[in-house]
């Protein structure tokens, strides 16, 4: 039996399996997704209850070889409270995206540490101004980790070296391109290049939201369209659940 103690974990999602016990399905730093099963976690004298929540820096202890580990202990890091709000949404949907993504016992150290930082970013008192470029920084490196996202140096197809005032369109099929007349969003060699540096920063997830924040406005834009596009063709089609909340409670405001 396969014994882990006190690993860092965010829980990304639960459901019920039993009258009294819940499948978690957890990001660690150093196992990936990992399915477990909290026995006993939905009475109310259970220690799990009041820890297993999302967006909140965990310790996780858990044993089994099985597909669907035991989990054995659970205990909260401390340092964040729960995002309210745009925020909240916002993290839900980085938690979906992460479902999606991501195969089970695929260790990604270096994506765990940028999605510790977007917690921080969301649970902060900046948060709302910061939202929407801590999301796409998110969304490129969370693309490159899992190898969805080209390199961002180069043409993808002719290897031909971005020109910084050439204009390039990301495209599901066929990586980065030269934008063609008709593109409706593109971003400049320039542009795509200070992304990539951002990205190769030690500390990713600030670097990048920062180069994201100092696009022009309607490169931003454009990088959300182009974004929105690779991930709805990477996670398999459909809206988003998180998105389509977001989308009605919009039209509702």
Known sequence: MKRVLHEPA???????WSE?????????????????????????????RP??????????????????RTLKGADWAGGLVMPVGEPLLSGYY????????????????????AYAA????????????????ALRAFELLLLRETGHLPSLRAQTLTFAPLQPEAAYRLVPEGGLRAA??????????AHWLVLADAMDDEAPLSTTLHAVAQLPGQARAHLRQQLRALLHYHCGGGTLRTRQMMMDLQSLA
């Open 10 to 16: 965010y829980v990304l999602h639960r459901y019920d």
């Open 20 to 48: 009294s016990s819940v499948i978690v399905e957890a990001f660690s730093r150093a196992h990936g997704r990992v399915a477990l099963v909290a026995k006993g976690a939905k009475r109310p004298s259970s220690n799990f």
């Open 51 to 68: 820890v297993l929540l999302p967006l909140q820096p965990l310790l996780l202890s858990w044993g089994g070889d099985a597909e669907i």
């Open 94 to 113: 980085a938690n979906e995206l992460l479902m999606r993504l991501l195969a089970r016992e695929d260790a990604h150290s270096r994506l765990f540490d």
């Open 118 to 133: 977007l917690v921080h970013v969301l649970a902060s008192e900046y948060a709302e101004a910061l939202v929407a470029a």
């Open 180 to 189: 063609h007349d008709d593109d409706s969003a593109w971003l400049v060699g």
